[in-house]
């Protein structure tokens, strides 16, 4: 059996947001605690991540969204811990030239690891994601030697783009364990 660790997008889920519809449908599924602090403050997460990993030496899938995504690849890239798999959703693609400029100095320039994932991961991506163009998943899909689900045209895959109740994401959950 696996722990099913929730991984947070940039913000709160709202209450009809996918993860949080499974989240309340099986009490047995564990958000991963968004720190207080700046909106999204990535030390913090891969910190509070790397806690909930360790808290057991029971075996982990982590469902990610979003941003959260970028949390569990940076995690990966500095931690080890007994983490079974992954579904990475929709996550952003943030181009390595980045930096921040004088209108956003609190938004810290972000490296994403681009090598293979320690465990099996599933990534879905969205034809019509504003926050990735389908190739820059693709790619992100390749670098973490993740299997890429094409969800064709579903937005960010979050309930504004009608993903409240999400069977396949279930059944790919289930695939994971």
Not at 30 to 42: I, K, N, S, T, Y
Not at 94 to 106: F, M, N, Q, R, V
């Amino acid at each position: 059996m696996a722990r099913i660790l929730l991984v947070p997008g940039r913000s709160a889920a709202s209450p009809d947001h996918w993860q949080s519809r499974w989240a309340a449908g099986h009490p047995e599924y564990h958000w991963v605690p968004r720190p207080g602090g700046p909106l999204f403050d990535l030390d913090l997460r891969v910190a509070a991540l790397h806690r909930a990993v360790t808290a057991s030496a029971e075996p982990a899938v982590l469902v990610a969204h979003s941003a959260g995504c970028i949390t569990v690849v940076v995690w990966a890239s500095l931690h080890a811990g007994p983490v079974k798999g992954a579904l990475l959703v929709a996550p952003p693609y943030i181009d390595p030239e980045w930096k921040p400029g004088p209108d956003d100095p609190d938004e810290p320039a972000i490296d994403v690891p681009r090598h293979a994932l320690p465990f099996p991961a599933i990534l879905v991506a969205s034809r019509t994601d504003p926050y990735a163009e389908f190739e820059e998943s693709r790619d992100y899909a390749e670098d973490w030697g993740a299997q890429l689900i094409d969800a064709g045209d579903a937005g960010h895959l979050h309930s504004a783009a009608g993903y409240g109740p999400w069977p396949a994401g279930e059944q790919l959950l289930k695939n994971l364990l």
